[in-house]
């Protein structure tokens, strides 16, 4: 794995999610002293697609000249080996075709290599590209990135998707990561509410998926709340006056200061479940004018 890689794919930009996922995949399996020479099927299951879905979007990452591929030879044998792939921020890099291959702006096939080997090998049992399923949900992953996209203060949505993707590693099984994948829309809110990626989001993913689950996680949701309350614990940190000591260690939060803090969380759109409010906190909420009643309604606090 090459750090330098990974960073290098998470920030290109113009890239279709999947397009983009495999590129990430292409440049984890990059080794900085001997380079990048992962086979199709290495590929096609790390990004959890099919060979035909995955030659596509390798097509479209050489056409962006990110990407070029050189096919090889065993000189003895005259067999096929692992294709070479060179990254657009490796020295060696040059978006010209390859004589032997002819991959690259004006594609050529090599005589020897002008047969696809994927039409009739398009069978391996990878699942195919995560789809969404029902109306609601299109609606709403478009919405969300819609909503992010317009905006040039945060990070870029499906790149922040894909660190999270890469944080949950191999624990999350095909099935859940197919189902996370459409409610991308969560993790739009969750850079609108103001949470930082490193220092909020990534953190909370990692540790609710570093041990094994009886339950797969299915929706970006589950891990709202955590992140909710690691990012107001952090604001709460950075405003103590220095020298205050280590948490706990200063006066205690007053009740109008953990009312803000309540109220903060439930205007940010984020979500807090209907049990973290108590009856009390609601009315003294609404007396404070800190929240509306239309906002816990929509929280179903009633």
Not at 94 to 103: E, N, V, Y
Not at 138 to 150: L, Y
Not at 182 to 206: F, N, Q, R
Request: proline fraction near 7%.
């Amino acid at each position: 794995m090459s750090h330098r890689a990974t960073n290098w794919a998470i920030q290109q930009r113009g890239l279709a999610p999947a397009t983009k996922l495999v590129l990430w995949h292409l440049c984890d399996r990059h080794n900085p002293d001997y380079g990048c020479f992962p086979s199709q099927d290495q590929l096609a299951a790390d990004a959890e697609i099919s060979r035909a879905s995955l030659n596509t979007h390798l097509d479209k990452l050489e056409q962006a000249g990110l990407i070029r591929r050189e096919r090889r030879l065993d000189d003895d044998t005259k067999r096929q080996r692992t294709t070479r792939y060179f990254l657009g921020f490796e020295e060696e890099f040059t978006p010209k075709p390859c004589p032997d291959s002819g991959h690259g702006s004006t594609p050529e096939p090599c005589p020897d290599l002008a047969k696809s080997r994927v039409q009739n090998l398009d069978t391996n049992p990878v699942s195919k590209e995560p789809v969404i399923t029902t109306a609601r949900d299109a609606g709403a992953t478009r919405e969300g990135r819609a909503e992010v996209s317009a905006g040039d203060d945060g990070p870029d949505l499906d790149a922040a998707e894909i660190a999270c993707l890469a944080t949950c590693g191999e624990r999350m099984t095909p099935a859940a990561r197919a189902a996370i994948t459409a409610t991308s829309a969560t993790i739009g809110a969750w850079l609108k509410a103001g949470y930082d990626l490193e220092l909020d989001v990534l953190p909370v993913i990692a540790e609710r998926t570093a041990k094994p689950r009886g339950s797969p996680i299915r929706t970006w949701e589950y891990f709202s709340q955590a992140i909710a309350a690691r990012h107001a614990r952090r604001i709460a940190q950075a405003a103590r006056p220095k020298g205050a000591g280590e948490a706990g260690a200063g006066p205690a939060l007053s009740s109008d200061d953990r009312l803000a803090r309540l109220a903060a969380w439930l205007n940010s759109g984020a979500y807090v479940p209907p049990s973290a409010v108590t009856n009390t906190q609601r009315d003294a909420l609404l007396r404070a004018g800190f929240v509306t009643e239309a906002t816990l309604r929509a929280h179903q606090v009633y």
